[in-house]
């Protein structure tokens, strides 16, 4: 039987639970019909604090699934989905200075939303990737929630930057939904995959500089503070540990030294050493954690030689990387590249 973890119990917000009645209601059924079963309504899922218990949005999907007849709804979620949807998290992404800035605050700040799923982004050569990960195994709502976010990103990013013709590719790390081929010629430019080892979206570096068309300071400081008393609302306050992973992921150098990473952090080293202690971790613990979630992110792409990763990663060369690549995972990074899932 599958248990929920404490991060899944926070639940997801009422208001998905709307945007999924505007998919399901092209098909002519009303909030009563999708929610009542579940004992909601569409003004309970309307208050900002309300959030729908994981079990329950996974059989609201299920509902939604038999209702519709559709094998998947997770395209039409993302291709609906509006940045304003996420309140206050969207509001500070919208409004923020860059596409760079946008996707560092939806890293922090996602877990408000999805307890259940970490945000990473990454450069590397001439890729920009964005990589979920999650620790929910409840069937539909990871595979519905995945392509949802996944679609719902490149929506959303034609939105906060008026561009169009975006390109890019698209990895799954499931089993193609049945019927999912139909969707693909509405995102012509992009490629999918499916049963790969990671949930990815990669695209063009060069997207990166392109100006968002809502960008302002002040309001998406205003956004980010309220965001901030939303984590300390629920308990989750940045300890240093995730401020450390934050700055390590979210920088280009993905080695940054400890010097560097207490500069940012306006503290000495020794200070940061000491309370990373406290949390029961270390610095080179969370680099090893973050390099290796990095390595395998790259090395799931084949077009990237282990010696453009090694170097990448921080490592002087390949048999560095290896040995500690073998350290991390018990596996070489070639064992591991021709079959991941072993």
Known sequence: MKTISSRQDQGIPGVYGLLLLDVVSRWGYNDETLFGPYNLSSEQLADPDF???TAVANELIKHALRLTGEPTLGYHLGNQMRISIHGFIGYAIMTASSITDALVLANRFIQLRLPFLQLFFSTFG??????????????????EISIALMLGLVSMGKAITGIEDGSGEIDFDFPEPEGFERFKAKYSSYIFRFDQPHLLLSFDKSYLSNK??????????????QCEAELSALGERHRISMRVRDILTNSEQHYLSIESVSERLHMSDRTLKRQLAAEGTSFSTIVDEVRYRHATS??????FTLEQIADELGYSDVANFSRAFKRW???????WRKDPYL
Do not use: C, F
């Open 329 to 335: 995972s018990g596996r070489s990074p070639s064992n």
């Open 212 to 225: 968002l068309v809502h960008a302002d300071p002040i309001a998406s400081q205003i956004a980010i503070n």
């Open 298 to 303: 790259l090395l799931s792409r084949t077009d």
């Open 51 to 53: 959030r729908i218990p």
């Open 126 to 143: 001439t890729k920009a990737t964005i990589q979920l990960q999650t620790d929910i195994q409840l069937e539909p709502i990871r595979t």
